[in-house]
């Protein structure tokens, strides 16, 4: 396959995965810095080496948002249930590595190629092309220099999607932004639809959303300087990382755990504001070896499954919370978010 490219970074990339189809693996429940990674390496793999790919993820798309980015750019995402892995050859994940626990890999494949901005996993080292940049704030921001120096011209859609993935990814360039995400998003600018990401940032909302998050604040208890809130079930496993984010918020706060348990699993945020200590260290000793963990000095996440014999998922979300505690050398009784003062008045039956 001829590469019409002078750039050996990305003459690698394209020849570990022509001639294809190549499957691009998306994590579980992807974010909008997962959705543009895939969605530009996609347009570089058809431009640079004619090679075709399908894009895929598991789990499910939960944010309001995220749904409101996909159904008005029409992206050609499909679900891992409708694919047949064997009918591709290659495999590339974005922004997600193999066996990192959040990723729909068959456990019978490896991948091909792997671009991502999380830390390198064991599992990652055997893969033929790896391209793993931990300083970047978003996977996507890698894309778009491989666009650029392919001088492949970013459609205003892709543009659209991309620049929205930088800025949700860094909360506008303020977390963990380096250089290149600054640089990749100046270039998007011009070209990005801003009306519709106003309209996708302000989308509406179905009302579980309001019932979860009164439950992680009713939940939510505070260690310290550590707020912490056990959702239990969900059916939006994106509401962890949503609830995590809005506690950070909170005065005086400096780490959230929020935790539920959806399909199987025991999800779990962790966010911090503290810039000496790393995140994705902290999220390992939450899960310890009975599940996967993993993220960057600010942000991180993981899951215990809860089919292990004798599990149960009050428990484990008790135990990630009592693993953070020992981790961090928290010493403060809990107490609750929520002063009795400020809890809504609840009614009470009639007596009798
Ligand atoms: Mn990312």
């Known amino acids: 396959m001829q590469v019409r490219t002078a750039v050996p970074r990305l003459r690698r990339l394209v020849d570990a995965l022509a001639p294809g189809p190549v499957l691009i693996l998306m994590h579980d429940n992807p974010d909008p810095d997962c959705l543009a990674s895939a969605c530009g390496l996609r347009l570089l793999l058809e431009k640079c080496g004619g090679v075709k790919s399908t894009i895929a993820y598991g789990g499910l798309i939960g944010r309001a948002s995220n749904k409101a980015l996909i159904r008005e750019l029409g992206l050609p995402i499909r679900h891992v249930d409708q694919i047949d892995f064997a009918k591709f050859p290659r495999i590339a994940t974005v922004d997600t590595q193999p066996r990192g626990?959040?990723?729909?890999?068959?456990?019978?494949?490896?991948?091909?190629?792997?671009?991502?901005?999380?830390?390198?996993?064991?599992?990652?080292?055997?893969?033929?092309?790896?391209?793993?940049?931990?300083?970047?704030?978003?996977?996507?921001?890698?894309?778009?220099?491989?666009?650029?120096?392919?001088?492949?011209?970013?459609?205003?859609?892709?543009?659209?999607?991309?620049?929205?993935?930088?800025?949700?990814?860094?909360?506008?360039?303020?977390?963990?932004?380096?250089?290149?995400?600054?640089?990749?998003?100046?270039?998007?600018?011009?070209?990005?639809?801003?009306?519709?990401?106003?309209?996708?940032?302000?989308?509406?909302?179905?009302?579980?959303?309001?019932?979860?998050?009164?439950?992680?604040?009713?939940?939510?208890?505070?260690?310290?300087?550590?707020?912490?809130?056990?959702?239990?079930?969900?059916?939006?496993?994106?509401?962890?990382?949503?609830?995590?984010?809005?506690?950070?918020?909170?005065?005086?706060?400096?780490?959230?755990?929020?935790?539920?348990?959806?399909?199987?699993?025991?999800?779990?945020?962790?966010?911090?504001?503290?810039?000496?200590?790393?995140?994705?260290?902290?999220s390992q000793r939450v899960v310890g070896r009975k599940g996967t963990a993993g993220g960057h000095d600010t942000m991180a996440g993981g899951r215990i499954p809860v089919h292990l014999p004798g599990a149960n998922p009050d428990a484990l979300q008790e135990e990630m919370i009592q693993r953070l505690l020992k981790a961090l050398e928290v010493k403060a009784i809990g107490r609750p978010l929520l002063p009795d003062s400020m809890r809504p008045v609840t009614h009470r039956p009639p007596r009798g």
């Open 101 to 282: 626990g959040n990723n729909s890999l068959p456990h019978d494949r490896q991948a091909d190629a792997v671009v991502d901005h999380h830390a390198m996993r064991k599992a990652t080292r055997s893969v033929p092309f790896t391209d793993i940049r931990t300083q970047y704030g978003a996977t996507c921001t890698m894309l778009v220099e491989y666009l650029t120096q392919a001088e492949i011209e970013i459609p205003p859609p892709l543009a659209t999607l991309m620049f929205f993935a930088i800025r949700t990814e860094t909360q506008e360039l303020g977390r963990e932004a380096s250089k290149a995400d600054v640089e990749a998003y100046m270039e998007l600018f011009p070209i990005a639809d801003l009306e519709l990401i106003s309209g996708i940032e302000r989308a509406r909302i179905p009302l579980d959303y309001f019932a979860v998050w009164h439950r992680g604040i009713q939940n939510g208890k505070l260690f310290g300087k550590v707020a912490v809130s056990a959702l239990g079930a969900i059916e939006n496993p994106d509401m962890v990382p949503e609830i995590a984010d809005l506690l950070l918020r909170l005065e005086d706060v400096d780490w959230t755990l929020v935790c539920g348990y959806h399909h199987g699993n025991v999800l779990f945020s962790l966010r911090t504001n503290d810039p000496n200590v790393n995140a994705g260290a902290i």
